[in-house]
Nanobody, 116 residues
Framework: QVQLVESGGGLVQPGGSLRLSCAAS????????MGWYRQAPGKQRELLAR???????IYVDSVKGRFTISRDNAKNTVYLRMNSLKPEDTAVYYC??????????WGQGTQVTISS
């Protein structure tokens, strides 16, 4: 059974940085892509960035140039480096994995709060 375990959230001042990590277990090499989503109160969950097993990446416009997604295939781990954080980045951040059948798996979420 696939499990995604996130870490790295917390409280940061505006302009600060955080790195989120997400480790996948039980996937047995069936990962097509891993990504990060976020959901702010009262808003829909939105895709932020995704990286395929081949290393191709996509980013939503609002985080381009500030967030960087990367992965360690050997560790089945995906990272999200977040720089120049803004109060509007405050949300619960979720790790997502798609297998080769494009089935979705989700982590439990980690809270990121940007506030002075």
């Amino acid at each position: 059974q696939v499990q995604l375990v996130e870490s790295g959230g917390g409280l940061v001042q505006p302009g600060g940085s955080l790195r989120l990590s997400c480790a996948a277990s039980g996937s047995s090499g069936s990962i097509y892509a891993m990504g990060w989503y976020r959901q702010a109160p009262g808003k829909q969950r939105e895709l932020l960035a995704r990286i395929t097993s081949g290393g191709s990446t996509i980013y939503v416009d609002s985080v381009k140039g500030r967030f960087t997604i990367s992965r360690d295939n050997a560790k089945n781990t995906v990272y999200l480096r977040m720089n120049s954080l803004k109060p509007e980045d405050t949300a619960v951040y979720y790790c997502n994995m798609k297998d080769w059948d494009l089935k979705d798996y989700w982590g439990q979420g980690t809270q990121v709060t940007i506030s002075s």
